[in-house]
């Protein structure tokens, strides 16, 4: 039978073929399939009150005791932009006390394919939105994957919407993150407890040695020692040591963790229950596409996904045509060129790659602390240079020396550039448990380095990794939940968007891909990611 279009406007018409007997949906390829969520509350008693949820009264509760360096008119007007783009719905609503009931029950929400009727289930269904929801569709035969666009119509359903880009059947896995009920408590933990993760410095000076507590926010209730980086204006500080003064701190690592929930918020992260779970469909959950008539775009999707897999192959959906490289193509393209490389571990993960691949790349000794480098590899025959080096703080690290302590707009600064340097950077693990200040400052910090590089050597490629899902425990959630990684991931976004930079969406290449989220995606990623990076080096011709 042929259904009537059920896609909101903006997106193209889809006729829908349902085969009765074995309930799966046939879609023509090249169209958007639209798949909705309803959502209840858990429900322990018959008759529970609807609840009245308070208004916060306090606007803006985020500096707390971090300091901040004044901003630049202009760039304090992309801060406030770049936080209200980011605003997440429901969380100026705090419900106070919390109580479990009248939070979102993945158990008992279900999600259908349009056109359907979904919501059957018996118990409370939920009026207000802001769940934290992925969807994709996949087909691990195939291996295929590609992200749905979830959208929240904020009255407890969500449409997810994606594109068809391959022939035969795909499985739609819709999964529940986070309830709307956790963002508050991520919210108000990074602004009342940036201190909940700290770090430490070990202060020495001839035989005396002290160690003292370090952070970006630090609370003011012992005499600081102020590292605030005088070129960025990227803040650090510590507790001065009792009997060292502050120019005797030798290194930084990471210190504990700690922190304090309020009633019941813990049980607002549970695995299995109510973190990252799958949401079961009320009906078939199975799409068939029909051949594609032609040439996959994803220009009928207001904002579709970068890319999807097709076996195992990550390919661009618009945008520069990801190659493959074999080794021989490897060295090929990075003849005669220094790879750049700064960030976290994620970053890290493509300078062992190479390292591994590439028989000829000898890595040089600095004699580095093992996870935190610096490195340095060089083929000599072929000129080619990597170098990987961490962000400046905060890294939550073994011991490395304060020398070794470097912010990337700095060593950026440092680069001649040109058309055969290439900059990677990725900077998002490490900044979980801080206001979103914090990140934006650091990323217009690192706009305003490469801006300048683009401008004294414009040939210089310059490529950003995103943040990209990993696996959730109530810990993990608390020091960097995807839910902030995904906050990140819109901020960098915003503020790259018109440089002359390139994007590895690690966000969709993780998740699209059969393999289990990771903070460090296994090797298959990290390889499709590899090609991603040498297609931008190395274009093919009329790209
Ligand atoms: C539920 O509430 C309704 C209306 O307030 C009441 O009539 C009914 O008896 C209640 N049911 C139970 C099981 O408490
Ligand atoms: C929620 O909003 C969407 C979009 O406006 C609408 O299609 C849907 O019927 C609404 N659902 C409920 C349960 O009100
Ligand atoms: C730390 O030093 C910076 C740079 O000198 C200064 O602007 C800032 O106000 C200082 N912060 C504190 C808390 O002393």
Redesign the pocket.
Known sequence: MKARDCIRKEYSAIFLFLAVAVLILVLRNMEVLEVRTWFYQFQHEVNSTIIVPRVSTVPDVHRGFC?F?PLSPNDALEERLLLDSIAWPGTSLLPAPLSLEKTSDPAHSSFTILPGRGGRTVGHPKKSGGDFLLARLHNPKFGAGVVGQVVDHLNGSYSAVFPLPWEGDAQVEVTLVHPSEAIPVLNRLNSEQPDRLYFKSLFRSGSISETSICNVCLR?TQP?C?Y?D?RT?E?W?CYKPKKLSCDARINHAMGKYEQTFRANEDKLFQRGVNLKVFIRASGPNIVTMLPKMKEVKSSSMKSGPSGYYYQGVWRALGGTTVRQFDNSAIIQCLKGKGVYMYGDSTVRQFFEYLNAALPDLKEFDLHSPKKAGPYISLDYANNILLMSRFHGPPIRIVPVSTSELRYIANEIDGLVGGTNTVVIFGIWAHFGTFPMEIYIRRLQNIRRAVARLLDRAPGTVVIIRTGNAKVLSLSVSLTNSDWHSLQCNKVLRAVFKGLNVHLIDAWEMVFAHQLPHDLHPPSPIIKNMINVILSYVCPQKGD
Do not use: E, W
Request: proline share 20%; charged share 0%; hydrophobic share 30%.
């Open positions: 300091t360096q003011p600081l102020n605030t005088l204006g803040p500080f």
